[in-house]
């Protein structure tokens, strides 16, 4: 095999590079008020907004982000919007057994919700609820699959577990020994005409936006407020809401929580309709394998395959330069890989390949946190699943601010943090270490080492 072609592709994200995308907002500039300041114009910060604004219209709410809107994670996903609030049904049932119950119908409201908006604003982002295909590439993620389907059944979520002759009817890949299927908790959306549509629906709404406008820190006023200082000017706001994902959080107590983690994708030209018919790809869901290190993959509107995961790296001191988006080495090992999932696409011409910095803290799922006499709210800490899940972090973040006592403020998983990470060069050293024993355990069958025996009791089971 020749490999795809991946000579001449594009930095740009596919989903940036649309001719859609909006004019550049001006920044801040001097000194202006607003009652509610929103800091990030990404998925998070976009709803916190939206939701603001359905709850008190005409409250007056102001969107901050350091460049545009969807630049960053909101615009470089894959566009998995999946229903699962802690980062699948294993992680939140090992973390939060009493809850999980809760935490599922939770999520299921929320995707709910995410649609009900689409569909009430009128945003074209390509929102279609085909579910998502987990596949088995190796004998020992059968078993993997199984407890799954148990779990989620018992849950009581659409699971359908599909022996090989199943899952190829689906999707056709000559890798896959079975499969899980589930409907009704996954979309796929295009992220960057979400985030657009969102930020056209606040505006409608009342709301401000100011791109190009980095926040420097925040000043406690008491009783007056907060002062929330950028590079151009100043808001004085009654209350804030932190959305900076994987950014250095203004408020410093954060950062020790969250690590940027690179991700790769890659973009194919359209497909024609001889591919199309090689990979038997009937139903459009989503893909995952379920490797410890994983792929994700799905067609576009257009038909273009999707193809990214595997390869997590993290550069010393939590390195977010521009630099990192791009790795030849990390594209040649999805390129391979690619080719071996769809030997039809061989020789298939890559148009766009990026990388995306996500925000991973140690229990794989958001955290929340409440600071200057409960007028700063923040929310970080998704770990890959925030295209859905952003929504709920919004939400609560409003909950926290208004001081409400209801299910989602009771929540253990909203109550309590995730450990944080050591100080370099400790950070740096564990997180290669977690890295290499997760490729060996994928070499031995799923079995997993010394190394993380020891993560798991201490409750930081990184599986990805």
Same mark, same amino acid.
């Given at each position: 095999m020749s490999g795809v072609r991946l000579a001449g592709a594009s930095s740009t994200p596919f989903w940036l590079d649309h001719d859609r995308r909006p004019a550049a907002r001006p920044p801040v500039d001097g000194e202006v008020r607003a009652d509610l300041?929103?800091?990030?114009?990404?998925?998070?910060?976009?709803? +916190?907004?939206?939701?603001?604004?359905?709850?008190?219209?005409?409250?007056?709410?102001?969107?901050?982000? &350091?460049?545009?809107?969807?630049?960053?994670?909101?615009?470089?996903?894959?566009?998995?919007?999946?229903?699962?609030?802690?980062?699948?049904?294993?992680?939140?049932?090992?973390r939060w057994p009493d809850e999980m119950a809760t935490l599922t119908r939770l999520g299921l409201e929320n995707l709910d919700g995410i649609e009900q908006a689409i569909v009430r604003y009128g945003i074209d982002c390509g929102f279609a609820r085909t579910g998502e295909?987990?596949?088995?590439?190796?004998?020992?993620?059968?078993?993997?699959?199984?407890?799954?389907?148990?779990?989620?059944?018992?849950?009581?979520?659409?699971?359908?577990?599909?022996?090989?002759?199943?899952?190829?009817?689906?999707?056709?890949?000559?890798?896959?020994?079975?499969?899980?299927?589930?409907?009704?908790s996954v979309a796929l959306v295009d992220p960057a005409r979400?985030?657009?549509?969102?930020?056209?629906?606040?505006?409608?709404?009342?709301?401000?936006?100011?791109?190009?406008?980095?926040?420097l820190d925040l000043h406690d006023l008491g009783p007056q407020g907060v002062v929330v200082r950028t590079a151009s000017g100043s808001v004085r706001a009654n209350q804030v809401v932190l959305g900076t994902n994987v950014f250095p959080s203004p408020v410093r107590r954060y950062r020790p929580y969250v690590v940027p983690v690179w991700d790769h994708v890659l973009v194919t030209e359209p497909l024609d309709a001889s591919a199309l018919a090689a990979l038997?790809?009937?139903?459009?869901?989503?893909?995952?394998?379920? &490797?410890?290190?994983?792929?994700?993959?799905?067609?576009?509107?257009?038909?273009?395959?999707?193809?990214?995961?595997?390869?997590?790296?993290?550069?010393?001191?939590s390195d977010l330069g521009a630099r990192r988006a791009r790795s030849d080495r990390t594209e040649a090992i999805l390129a391979e890989h690619l080719v071996e999932t769809f030997p039809a696409l061989d020789g298939v011409q890559v148009t766009h390949t990026w990388g995306g910095a996500i925000d991973t803290c140690t229990r794989f799922c958001a955290f929340w946190g409440l600071t200057h006499g409960?007028?700063?709210? +923040?929310v970080q800490g998704y770990t890959g699943l925030g295209v859905g899940a952003s929504r709920f972090g919004a939400q609560v973040c409003l909950d926290l601010l208004a001081g409400r006592d209801n299910e989602r403020t009771a929540l253990e998983m909203v109550r309590r943090k995730p450990l944080p990470f050591p100080p370099e060069p400790f950070r740096w050293t564990g997180i290669q270490l977690t890295r290499k024993a997760i490729a060996r355990a994928d070499q031995r069958d799923g079995r997993r080492g010394v190394w993380l025996r020891t993560l798991d009791r201490f409750g930081l089971g990184f599986d990805s």
């Open positions: 300041v929103v800091v990030g114009g990404g998925l998070t910060g976009l709803w +916190a907004a939206l939701l603001a604004l359905e709850e008190q219209p005409g409250r007056d709410v102001l969107v901050l982000d &350091g460049y545009r809107l969807g630049w960053a994670a909101s615009g470089r996903n894959g566009g998995f919007c999946a229903a699962s609030l802690t980062h699948g049904i294993s992680n939140g049932t090992e295909l987990d596949v088995a590439v190796e004998p020992w993620q059968l078993e993997g699959l199984a407890e799954e389907h148990e779990a989620a059944r018992s849950l009581g979520l659409d699971s359908h577990l599909l022996d090989a002759g199943q899952t190829r009817a689906l999707v056709d890949s000559p890798t896959y020994l079975g499969g899980r299927l589930e409907r009704a979400l985030v657009w549509g969102l930020a056209a629906a606040v505006e409608g709404l009342g709301g401000r936006i100011r791109e190009s406008t980095r926040v038997g790809w009937s139903g459009r869901m989503g893909v995952g394998d379920a &490797g410890n290190q994983f792929h994700y993959y799905r067609l576009t509107d257009d038909d273009r395959l999707l193809f990214g995961g595997y390869d997590a790296l993290y550069y010393f001191g409960g007028r700063v709210a +923040a």
